[in-house]
Structure formats: structure tokens, C-alpha cells
């Protein structure tokens, strides 16, 4: 694993990295967008390539379920099946057998669960987990982990970390694919002490890098910014730190500035397709009847394909008659915010104006804070 710190904010724990994998490089503070079933949802790989887009997600549970890992074999590895040559990370499958699964039980060994689609059993574990994304190929492998619930008893919280620590451990020595990094998730709910020991001991285990998780689960804000502040001043400064299911402006910003470099969330296409649109300035429904007549770009300034080409009362009319193109042209320009948003994040850090930048952003209540995993 090669990353580097290029350069550290003066004012902040603020940093730009760079991160090689065996499919690319990645410059970080970088914004990964979620695809979670082979496909960012509404565009093509080359519509990422053109909208700036560095790493894509995929998911464990996800396509464990479907296709399988057959079919991905057969297909030559997660790469070559959905036709994107860039860095790949997928998530271990935690976070969904803990939110999505109908019927769970946890025992030492992992959980056994109902699938989602259609009630059938599967079990998913450190070593199942690690296979199936030994399969994938992916660049980035996450731990299997135990995402805790918010609100979460001391008690609860204590043991499910410690399984969590014994986990990695499993996870970190299954074989991986050829060039594969391993992350590893601290956990802990609200409790800082047990994030600490949590992240203490992941760093004895050693991975390539490591991830906040357990955050974004419906926590208020002020406790997920003390769960990342708990968390990354015991993780190395020479290892990306990632911060799983963020993707709010001015929350990324916050992070950055306590030394996070790594965001994942499906935020710009779930809300693409409810017809909102992210600019700099908040959030916009495009949906709204006021929209109706305004003939000027979903965003102004903005040089995306739709901002370029079509009007917000163009946009709006797709959306509310259920055409298909409204919900892509939204996807295109939401992807390209966020990729644009970080571009510009690495170019004030580099420029020593991220101070600037981080104030200038506004509240993240200007982004409504719908689910975001």
C-alpha cells in the first residue's frame, strides 16, 4: 500500500494524500461514489470518467445476493463485469445485514440472515466476507464488522467491539486478491473511550488503512463529528482514514479538517431521483411548482451536461412525468457537484485557503439530511 501525505493544513488537521491502488491513483480528500450493485445508478462508467469520478463502491451483501460470486467469477472479477478500469472498494456487507436483512443472528463466527429480496438464508462472516470480495477483485476490501444501532447501551457497545476487533483479525489474515488492500472500521457507538481501545487495537493488528463506522446510522451531527474526533487522532497519519456513508458538504468539510480523507455515501443519486438537485448554496427541489417557468440552469455556473444544455422548468418536467432522462440529468449534475465540491476542497488545501473554504461553505441544514446508506 503506497499513500502519501502531500501537503497538511496549517490551520487544521486538514491534508491532501494521494493513494495508489492497482487499478489508479486516487488524490484525496476524495468523494467515492456508490455503485452499490455494479452500477452508479443512471450512468455509464464513461459518464463517471467525465464527471470526475476516482473510486466506485460496490457491495458485499448486495451482490452476494445477486448476480452471486459465480456469475462475477465467471465475469473475471467485479472490474471487468460492470467495464470500469478505475479503483474499486467494496464494503464488507456489515452495514446491510445490520439494516437490510429481515431476520438476523450474530454468534461468534458471523450472522445468519434472511435475505431482503426474497427471505433466503445466507451466512456471512469474516471469512465468507473476505471471499466473496477476493472474488469482486475489488482494490479496497473492508473488515466484516458489527454496525451498531444509535441509541446503543454501554454494555452492548463494549461487546460488539471487541467481536469487531476479533473479526478484523480473522479478516486480515484470509488470503485477498492480487494487489488488494484491507481496511479496517473502528466501531463504538457514542462512547469515545471504547472507539479509542477500538482503533488502538485495530492499528496492533495492522491494515492498509482505516475507516470511522457506526456513524450516519441517525446519530444528531454533534455526536457523529465526536465519534470521527474519538477515532482518528489514534489512527496512523501515514494511512488514508475514511469515514464511511458522508456525503454532505459542509459535514465532509468538518471531517477533512479533523484529518479524514475518504467519503462514501449514495446521497447524489437517491436524491437525483426525488428530483433534488446539490449546489453550493443548499439543496434545491426541482420538483417545486416554482420552478415551472424558470428557464435558467439547474445551478448556476455550474459546466455540467444538464446545466450546460437544459433549464430547471425542463428538468422539472421530466421528473414530475416520470421520463427517465430527468432523473439522469439530475444524477449527472449531483455526481459532478460532489466531485467538483472535493476538487475544490484539495485546491484550497493545496493552496492554504481551506480555512477560508470551511467557513465560506454554509450549515449543512441547507442539505437536508435525508438517509444516507
Known amino acids: 500500500m503506497d499513500f502519501k501525505v502531500i501537503k497538511e493544513d496549517a490551520g487544521s488537521e486538514a491534508r491532501l494524500g494521494r493513494l495508489e491502488t492497482a487499478h489508479g491513483t486516487v488524490d484525496t480528500p476524495v468523494f467515492m461514489d456508490v455503485g452499490t450493485l455494479g452500477s452508479v445508478k443512471a450512468l455509464e462508467p464513461r459518464d463517471l470518467v467525465e464527471l470526475g469520478t476516482q473510486v466506485v463502491l460496490g457491495n458485499t451483501y ?43 443472528k450474530f454468534t461468534e463466527e458471523g450472522c445468519r440472515f434472511n435475505s431482503h429480496l426474497d427471505g433466503h438464508e445466507f451466512f456471512l462472516g469474516p471469512k465468507e466476507s473476505m471471499a466473496m470480495q477476493r472474488t469482486l477483485g475489488s482494490d479496497i476490501a473492508m473488515v466484516f464488522d458489527e454496525c451498531l444501532p444509535y441509541p446503543c447501551d454501554r454494555a452492548r457497545a463494549e461487546a460488539s467491539v471487541a467481536r469487531t476487533v476479533r473479526w478484523a483479525e480473522r479478516c486480515r489474515g484470509e488470503p485477498r486478491a492480487d494487489g488488494q488492500q484491507v481496511f479496517g472500521i473502528v466501531q463504538g457507538g457514542v462512547y469515545g473511550d471504547i472507539r479509542r481501545r477500538c482503533a488502538e487495537e485495530l492499528v496492533k493488528i495492522g491494515f492498509d488503512g482505516y475507516a470511522v463506522g457506526g456513524v450516519s446510522v441517525g446519530e444528531p451531527e454533534e455526536e457523529m463529528y465526536r465519534a470521527v474526533e474519538a477515532s482518528v487522532p489514534f489512527l496512523p497519519k501515514d494511512r488514508p482514514r475514511y469515514v464511511m456513508g ?18 462514501d455515501c449514495v446521497i447524489p443519486t437517491r436524491i437525483a431521483r426525488h428530483g433534488t438537485a446539490i449546489t453550493r448554496r443548499g439543496n434545491i427541489a426541482i420538483k417545486a411548482a416554482k420552478y415551472a417557468f424558470d428557464q435558467g440552469p439547474v445551478e448556476e ?21 416520470g421520463e427517465i432522462l430527468g432523473l ?22 493545496a493552496a492554504g ?12 441544514s441547507a442539505n437536508q439530511l435525508f438517509e444516507t446508506r
Open 246 to 263: 458522508l456525503g454532505v458538504m459542509r459535514q465532509m468539510a468538518e471531517c477533512v479538517a479533523r484529518g479524514v480523507d475518504m467519503f
Open 328 to 349: 439522469r440529468l439530475l444524477t449527472i449534475h449531483n455526481v459532478l457537484a460532489l466531485n467538483r465540491f472535493m476538487a475544490d476542497m484539495r485546491a484550497a488545501i
Open 62 to 104: 448486495h451482490l452476494l445476493l445477486r448476480p452471486g460470486p459465480e456469475v462475477i467469477a465467471a465475469a473475471g472479477g467485479l472490474h471487468r463485469f460492470m467495464r470500469w478500469d478505475g479503483p474499486i472498494l467494496t464494503d464488507s456487507g456489515g452495514f446491510q445485514v445490520f439494516s437490510l436483512a429481515r431476520m438476523r
Open 353 to 364: 485557503t481551506f480555512g477560508e473554504f470551511r467557513r465560506a461553505l454554509p450549515p449543512a
Open 301 to 321: 455556473g455550474c459546466e455540467c451536461y444538464c446545466c450546460r444544455n437544459f433549464s430547471r422548468s425542463y428538468v422539472r418536467h421530466l421528473l414530475a412525468c
